[in-house]
């Protein structure tokens, strides 16, 4: 398994072109990327009691533990999958003394426990915990010997629930929970929560003293534009509080910045502005004494001096994913104070290691370097070129040559070109201290409009895809780009192999991403629309490409979609007359039999079996079927002889059936 995991890393590499890096006084110090076909959520760092650093990094079908220690050296140095019979999803997760617990929104996550003080050699699985009727959590947080679960389905909590770790922390005990508002993330300091209620764009205070009977202290809304709250922090003396937007409209999310130290006069103070990334949307932050760092999906990793909460001050940026501004990249970050290093996680890149400069810019001749926003671009796109000087500059001159020359007195100026060919690119700063120059050849290149074949990358040919319409498991759709242009816009097409019946739908960002994360209920909903033979149907994969008027259509994989729902088989695709329930055969049975019905046209269907008095004992079938007869083959291990009616309703048709079982 190790070798074909290797495998397919290096297939990954070499197919996909290499991709540079950009920062200002942030140094990379390593970049790893173990599972680059599934991608990356959150992590988490955890620091042994020998000083050794790890990085905890959420993967879509599991989990992997890196040792950082050695700069030189970055590496897995264990992996937990999923449990069985769990979906692959986004991944959160904190640690407590030598424990990391790790949750998602995949189907029966419930929470891993795991044992860490056997690293670097490995990790020991402690197990898969079920707390009273807890299936999945979106995030989690820790303080002390506490966990706080947000987001949970809702049968357990929505809102915020409290475990205790303090008798046991391989067992984790349900305490209080608090359910008046949907939580997405939340901070806790001093006992307090602070909840970010990203439904209703508020935060709400919540006293957690009594872990039994959680309080609501009061909630403010994140104005001036309460946009989805997805994650807050409070400085060192609790005075300000410092909250993530994770997207917003008509604008952008921002990192918003609140006077908290009066409880009964909470105020605004600022937003703060990732120049030269506009429309960057911030989504976590962690703050170390007078540092606030930040991740952003779409400008990486920024780390801001907060000495003056009422005014951030950037003093250094790491772009982890430079050639997509539109949405995909940084998910979080976290600083490990003893060595001084940064993680972060990146949706498609995996995991970075970073060493920050943390001294404050100063006023000196200033050291002029700059970059460019990306290598390529094509005619009439647009380009930015971003200033890296240090000593502070006030004033900047840029002169672009080529085959049309441009100059501006921006700090980071975007233009674009009518005219294709290589663009040379000099800069000149100055303050009071004097000025400096520099000059580079052959900095960007504007091409010409041409699109190119491009290839599906997952899923492969011939991949069978399990479907069943509650899953909320997601498959992963992902092509190369035909060209890098803004304006290109992909649209996934599924086309029945022996049909002429096709769906077609953008990918995210309204078509922009060359990726999507499809649930298993919507694929369940393709093949509801295909029509199925023998509970499976072939299914083409393709991607379009369009750009203006010009399209170009990838490479096209079969899969099959199989629709996972136990003991249903379609017996013919010939349109019934009218709804039937007929007679199970054989009955009396033991332990099986079979169970047909009409279905006239495409509806919810409901089986139910119920014993005599009533009571119902198990639901064969609750979804979404085509018109068709079908056949349901019931296994009645689990029941006790007797005689049971089966009820058959759909729309306003409703049919019972009495079966015998006899063991």
Not at 27 to 39: D, E, I, K, Q, T
Not at 419 to 431: D, H, I, P, Q, W
Not at 554 to 578: A, D, Q
Request: with cysteine.
């Amino acid at each position: 398994m190790k070798k074909l995991i290797v495998i397919l890393i290096m297939f990954f590499i070499a197919s996909s072109g290499t991709y540079s890096q950009t920062g200002f006084r942030i140094r990379l110090l390593g970049n790893l990327n173990p599972y680059p076909v599934s991608g990356y959520s959150a992590l988490w760092g955890y620091t042994a009691s020998n000083g050794r650093e790890y990085a905890i990094l959420g993967c879509y079908n599991g989990t992997s533990f890196i040792d950082i220690t050695d700069s030189t050296n970055i590496h897995e140095a264990d992996y937990l999958p999923i449990p069985p019979g769990v979906g692959g999803s986004l991944r959160e997760m904190k640690t407590y003394s030598h424990y990391a617990y790790i949750v998602s929104e995949g189907n029966n996550s419930n929470i891993q426990v795991v044992d860490l003080q056997y690293l670097p050699d490995s990790i020991r699985y402690v197990g898969k915990i079920v707390v009273g009727n807890h299936s999945t959590t979106h995030t989690i947080s820790q303080s002390g010997p506490y966990l706080y679960l947000h987001g949970s389905n809702a049968a357990f909590s929505s809102g915020v629930a409290v475990l205790d770790l303090t008798v046991n922390p391989e067992a984790p005990v349900l305490r209080g929970k608090w359910d008046e508002l949907y939580v997405h993330d939340s901070r806790i300091v001093n006992d307090t929560i602070w909840a970010c209620n990203i439904i209703n764009g508020k935060i709400s205070i919540i006293d957690a003293r009594n872990k039994d009977s959680l309080r609501t202290i009061r909630d403010w809304v994140n104005i001036p534009q309460p946009n989805l709250i997805h994650n807050i922090a409070l400085t060192n003396d609790r005075r300000y509080a410092l909250v993530t937007d994770e997207e917003g409209f008509p604008t952008p999310g921002r990192l918003r910045v609140w006077n908290v130290s009066d409880l009964s006069n909470i105020t605004y103070v600022t937003s703060f502005d990732p120049t030269p990334f506009e429309n960057a949307v911030v989504h976590n932050i962690e703050i170390y004494n007078n540092f606030a760092f930040l991740a952003y999906y779409s400008a990486g990793v920024k780390v801001l001096n907060i000495s003056n909460p009422e005014n951030p001050v950037e003093i250094g940026w790491y772009d982890t994913y430079p050639e997509n501004n539109s949405g995909a990249g940084c998910w979080a970050v976290y600083y490990f104070p003893s060595s001084g290093k940064i993680i972060a996680s990146d949706m498609f890149r995996g995991l970075f290691v970073l060493s920050p400069d943390l001294s404050n810019p100063v006023t000196t001749l200033p050291r002029v370097d700059f970059t460019v926003e990306k290598p390529e671009v094509f005619i009439r796109d647009s380009i930015r070129l971003i200033d890296m000087t240090e000593g502070i500059p006030v004033t900047w001159q840029w002169t672009v040559t080529g085959a049309q020359t441009k100059t501006s007195i921006q700090r980071h100026p975007k233009f674009a070109f009518d005219s294709a060919g290589f663009y040379n690119v000099k800069l000149r700063a100055t303050n009071s201290f004097g000025s400096d120059s520099i000059s580079k050849t052959n900095v960007f290149e504007v091409k010409n409009i041409s699109l190119a074949s491009f290839l599906i990358v997952n899923p492969v040919s011939f991949t069978t895809i399990p479907t069943n319409p509650n899953d909320t498991g997601r498959v992963l759709f992902k092509w190369r780009k035909s060209v890098n242009h803004p304006d290109l816009i992909h649209k996934m097409n599924f086309k029945k192999v022996t049909g002429t019946n096709e769906v077609s739908i953008l990918s995210g960002n309204n078509g922009r991403d060359t990726a999507a994360l499809l649930t298993k209920g919507y694929l369940d909903t393709l093949a509801f629309q295909f029509r199925l033979n023998d509970d499976s149907v072939h299914v083409y994969f393709r991607v379009k490409a369009y750009l203006g008027t010009d399209s170009v259509t990838s490479s096209t994989v079969l899969i099959i979609l199989v629709r996972n729902h136990t003991g249903i088989h379609t017996i013919s695709e010939i349109i019934p007359n009218e709804y039937k329930l007929y007679n199970n055969y054989p009955n009396p049975f033991n332990p099986a039999t079979k169970i047909a019905f009409d279905i006239p046209s495409n509806s919810k269907v409901r089986i139910v079996v119920y014993n005599m008095l009533g009571r119902e004992e198990v639901t064969l079938i609750n979804e979404n079927l085509a018109y068709g007869s079908y056949e349901y083959t019931f296994d009645a291990s689990g029941l006790n002889s007797g005689i049971y009616l089966v009820r058959l309703t759909s729309g306003s048709f409703n049919s019972v059936i009495k079966i015998v079982l006899i063991k």
